[in-house]
């Protein structure tokens, strides 16, 4: 019987730390947003850089989500990935990266 309550015990304590400790998780703020962008421009950004940005969550700020979307549909139309002289997108892609980017910098958040 006591082995059972020290496993109990123990598997219990198990259970509560794992409900206490959340795993970690990262939150792109305006400026990781902004840097990516400017990376994108010039670039230096890498097919996964642009592929973490567009799967992350910004429940955490509503602006950041708009601006998010709005770099999923240019992905859609202008992605060309790491084929063109180290650039992802399209001239006409990175024009409307371009503009979006002056977007977020004006954002208060």
């Known amino acids: ?5 020290i496993t109990l ?3 219990l ?3 509560g730390v794992l409900l206490w400790v959340k795993h970690p998780h990262y939150l792109m703020t305006k400026t ?3 840097a990516l ?15 973490i940005f567009l799967s992350s969550s910004f429940r955490h700020c509503p602006e950041l989500e708009v601006i998010r979307e709005a ?8 992605y060309l990935g790491q084929a063109r002289a180290d650039y992802l997108f399209s001239d ?4 409307e990266l371009k503009r ?3 977007r977020v910098e004006c954002l208060n958040v």
């Open 1 to 5: 019987m006591a082995v059972f309550v």
């Open 9 to 11: 015990f123990i598997f």
């Open 13 to 15: 304590v198990v259970i």
């Open 32 to 34: 990781d947003v902004i």
């Open 37 to 51: 962008l400017q990376k994108v421009l010039v670039g230096q950004a890498s097919e996964n850089d642009w592929a």
């Open 71 to 78: 770099c999923a549909a240019i992905d859609e139309r202008e």
């Open 92 to 95: 006409k892609g990175l024009e």
């Open 100 to 102: 979006i980017l002056v």
